[in-house]
Structure formats: C-alpha cells, structure tokens
C-alpha cells in the first residue's frame, strides 16, 4: 500500500491526501527470482538492427500481463547523460513504493540497468526490466507499467542513422518518453528531437490525431535555478519560454517549435540540479546516496513520484486505441521490420544535407545554362541545324555548363561533388537526346521520308507491273500489283495515323520499315531490318487478324503429324 504519497494535481502543484491509497503488484519472469534488464533490440556491427522477439514475447505474453493495457515508460537522450542511472532509481521506487524512505539505505550501491561513470557508451540498443509491475490506476483499472533504458545518441561508435532508429522506435513505443538533457535546452536538442521524431512519424500510419504522447524535457545538472527554479514549477516555466514562437523568430526556428507542439499530446519539464563532484569525478562511485549531493536527492524525491504516480502514468494509446502487452509486441515487431528495411529515408547530418542541396543546386544552375544556351540554337521555332553543326554546338555548350558546376564552391569536397558531376552529365546527354529529335522534326525531308519511301515502292511496282505485264510474265506482273496495293493500303494508314493520332504503334512500325527501305544500301541489310521489325511487332498482326495466327498452328501441327 501506499499512503501519504505526493500526488500531483491537474495544475502541477503537489499536495498531500489520506484518501488516495493504491495497490501495486509485481510479478517476477526470471527462474531464479531475480529480474533484470533483457536486451530486446540489438544493434550489429554492420548497423542493422535485430529485435529479439522470444525475449520480448517472454516478458510481454507473461500470463498476468499480456491483456493489461500498459505504460510504457523510455528514457532517451545523449550518450553518458545519466539516463540508466536515473532508471535505476525508478526500479527502486517501484520496489520501495510502500515505504516513505522509498530510496532506501544510503550505504546501499544503485543497482538495476547497467551503468557506470567515464566518457564510453554503456547501453547499447533497448533494453527492458525483465519485471512487469501491475498498477492500479485512480479508477480501479490494474495497467502494467514496463520501464525501457535506450541507448545514447551521437556516441562515437553509432551513425546517425543508429541514434534516429533507437531514439524513434522508443518515442514510438512508449507512452511517456522522458528526454534527458544536459544542463539546458540548446537549439540542436530541438532540432534533434525534431529530426527524431519525424523519423519516427515517417514510419506510422498517417493519423490525424498527435502520433505520441507524453514528452518530459529533464534538464539535468541545471545550473541556472536563480533564473528558474529547480523542479516541475520551475522547469514548466523554462520549457515554455524555450519552445515559445514569436513572429519575429526566423522561420526555421518557428517550424521546428510548431513540429514538437504538433507530435506530443502532452509536453512537460523538470529541472534537476547537479549530484556533486563525488559523483562525476568518483572512477569508484557505485550509486550509494550518502555520496550524492542533498539537493539532487531532494529533487529526486519528487521526481520519481511525479513521473511514476499512479495518477500520472500514461496508458499507451495508437489512434486513440489503448494497447495491451499483446498488442504493443505487435507493434514493436511492425515498426523494427519498417526500420530493417529499405522504405524510409536515411537520415543525414547537417553537413551532409548542406553539402547534398549545395551541389544539388550547382546542378540545377549548370542544366538551366545548358538548356537556355540550346534552346537558342535548336529550340523552339529555330530552323534546321545540320546534326554535325548540332553535334559541334552540344559539345561546347556541355563543357560550358560543366565549368560552371565546377566553379561553384560546393560544400562536401571534391570526392563527393564527383558523383554529382557524373549525374549532371549523364542528364545533359539525356537531354540532348531529346534536342536531336526535335531537330530531326523540323527537317522537312525527314518528315517526309515515310510517305516518299511509300511513293517510290508505289511508282516503281507500277513500272514493274507494266513492263512484266507487257512481256507476258504474268506471274511477275501480278506480284508487283499486290506489292503496289499492300504500298497503297499501308500509305493510306500512315496518314490516316498521322491525321487522327490513334494506332501510333501501327505507325511507328511502318516508319520502321520505310526507314529500313530508306536507310539501307544494300538488299540483304534492308530485308535483315525488315525481318526484325516484322519479328518486333508481330502482336500486331495477330489483333489485326485474329484468326491467322490459329490457323498458322494448325499448319504447324499438321507439318510435324506428317
């Protein structure tokens, strides 16, 4: 039981009640008794990540847990912040909640998650206490609260991409992320949770309700409490002078207090002070009280309660749904599938996403010079170019534009600038494909070739026929006025195509095989040409003639019958 414990009320003042007295259970998931952190999601060595799913199912699927609705409660922040520190203190109220003197012996060394002092990471991935706590809400609901310890962002071991994933899948899983901060709440703090968060967002479905919950700023070491004041009055203070927009704030900074308000339902802070010189500068300190500094350890009483109060914990909820331990393993392997694959974007640093739009934009300038200079030569209502004279031109305008991208000062250095050189050439010389046609269209012999090519078989098979005909090859004779017929026909469907704009497949086949007659120097190359166009598009005489192809089988069989 717990009794005579702070509750804070819905003006975040703190007061004393003998009515409100709550029942809290636990239940134990190792063999042995002993419960202790499981690592859920591992992070390999090639920065992929792996959730162990039997670990997790473990403590999720526990028969006193899995159809609870649950608090999942995260902290989160920068490498070597203190942040498993802090959850060790969480563990020990959750086990100590009954007692006034909740922290326990002073002499007692900090035990739970693992932590220690130095400039190395200590947690890697996410980890989660092995023991789920039962508690029973104000409304005699009984939820399960599970604490998770994250890894610190930017340690020298992790990309970006590691500290978004981790920082993401946390914020996305828990219904109380706790951000824990150093010292004061700069710019880049926001600009990171802003970057994190929308990493997080990207991966959810789209929802019109705010995608997360509740986001508690805690400041650690504050050193200010002259301007404001140690604890939640003082830090609510704080936050909302930080996270205030004004119109005279440029529009980058507007933006990304207008994305924090836009993605937590609730956002709150607290204010600790610094634990002492023992503690940061002890290579021996292992969490006993006695060495910790008095004033953090009073914040600390109210901290924990603040967070951790019956009253004050938030059951996890997904467009408005409450989840379950069941549902939230659900989830859990939903998102980390999404982060395992390919889908998303990875993140970028901010050099890295300068350096990318710098060159982006060299390109850009360098393709609008190129295009303006073309444009006026074979753009638009200019006449004919000779393709030599064409040729000529493209290759001067080109290196033109490539000089051009090369004199921009470009972010990134030259070896990554290399790769943006190559896409802008290769997307000149697309364009420049596309210049040549357009030229090619405006040359009147060019157009012409189909019909004149037509003409000529015409006119020659005439001849023929006559000739043969007057000779007496009738044979002969007859077969040039097929041909003749067949020119005929196809010249009447060429411009009926060119008139109407339907059939252009039909179209582009008969200026294939005009072109081939055209081109050709020799018999043998036209025919060959012919051959593979007629071999191309043989779909199309099948839907023209939709029996033949039938009977053409039939033929087929009845030749290997024989």
């Excluded at 002092?117 to 200590?122: A, K, L, N, Q, T």
């Excluded at 290759?395 to 070896?415: C, H, P, S, T």
Aim: proline share 3%; charged share 25%.
């Amino acid at each position: 039981m717990v009794k005579h414990r702070p509750e804070r009320d819905s003006w975040g003042e703190w007061s004393l009640s003998d009515k409100n007295v709550y029942e809290w259970s636990s239940e134990e998931e190792e063999p042995d008794g002993r419960a202790r952190p499981i690592q859920v999601l591992l992070v390999k060595d090639d920065h992929t990540f792996e959730l162990d799913e039997a670990a997790l199912s473990r403590i999720l699927l526990s028969e006193e847990v899995r159809d609870r609705e649950v608090v999942a409660i995260s902290v989160a922040g920068a490498f070597r912040k203190g942040k498993s520190f802090l959850m060790d203190f969480m563990l020990r109220y959750m086990y100590n909640h009954s007692s006034e003197n909740w922290l326990g012996d002073a002499s007692e060394p900090l035990t739970g998650f693992s932590w220690r002092g130095g400039s190395e990471r200590e947690t890697t991935g996410i980890q989660i206490w092995s023991e789920v706590f039962l508690v029973d809400k104000p409304d005699g609901r009984k939820v399960a609260v599970l604490l998770m310890d994250t890894q610190g962002t930017f340690d020298s071991q992790s990309t970006l991409r590691d500290s978004a994933t981790v920082f993401a899948l946390s914020t996305m899983i828990s219904s109380m992320q706790v951000y824990n901060i150093s010292q004061n709440v700069q710019e880049d703090d926001l600009q990171h949770l802003q970057l994190f968060t929308e990493y997080g967002r990207l991966a959810m479905e789209e929802t019109f309700l705010k995608p997360f919950q509740s986001l508690i700023f805690l400041v650690r070491d504050w050193s200010f409490p002259y301007e404001f004041p140690y604890g939640q009055e003082g830090g609510m203070k704080f936050l909302e002078k930080r996270l205030k927009i004004s119109e005279n704030q440029h529009e980058e900074l507007q933006n990304v207090r207008k994305h924090i308000h836009s993605c937590f339902t609730n956002i709150s802070c607290f204010l600790m002070p610094h634990p002492g010189l023992k503690v940061a500068t002890n290579p021996h300190f292992d969490g006993r009280i006695k060495e910790i500094d008095g004033e953090f350890i009073n914040n600390l009483k109210i901290l924990v309660p603040w967070i951790l109060s019956p009253r004050n914990i938030d059951v996890k909820e997904i467009n408005g749904s409450k989840i379950t331990c069941r549902g939230l393993l659900e989830y859990f392997k939903a998102y980390i599938k999404i982060y395992q694959g390919e889908e998303l974007p990875h993140p970028k640093s901010m050099l890295q996403a300068t350096a990318e739009a710098n060159n982006l934009a060299a390109v850009a300038a360098a393709k609008d010079l190129y295009n303006k200079k073309m444009e006026e030569v074979c753009g638009g209502d200019r006449p004919f170019l000779a393709p030599s004279e064409l040729q000529n031109r493209h290759g001067a305008i080109r290196e033109e534009a490539l000089q051009l991208f090369r004199g921009v000062k470009k972010m990134g250095g030259e070896e990554f600038s290399r790769r943006y050189l190559q896409q802008l050439e290769g997307e000149i010389d697309e364009v420049f494909v596309q210049y040549i046609k357009h030229n090619d269209s405006k040359n009147i012999f060019h157009a012409a070739r189909t019909p004149a090519t037509l003409f000529v078989v015409i006119f020659v098979m005439y001849v023929a026929a006559g000739i043969t005909g007057f000779v007496g090859v009738d044979i002969i004779a007859s077969l040039c006025n097929m041909i003749l017929g067949l020119a005929l026909i196809t010249l009447c469907t060429w411009a009926y195509i060119r008139y109407s704009g339907e059939y252009r497949e039909l179209g582009a086949v008969i200026d294939q095989v005009a072109g081939a007659l055209w081109d050709q120097g020799s018999t043998n190359e036209a025919l060959y040409k012919l051959y593979n166009v007629a071999a191309n598009h043989r779909h199309l005489y099948h839907h023209a003639f939709p029996g033949a192809h039938v009977d053409d089988a039939a033929e087929e069989r009845d030749k290997k019958k024989d």
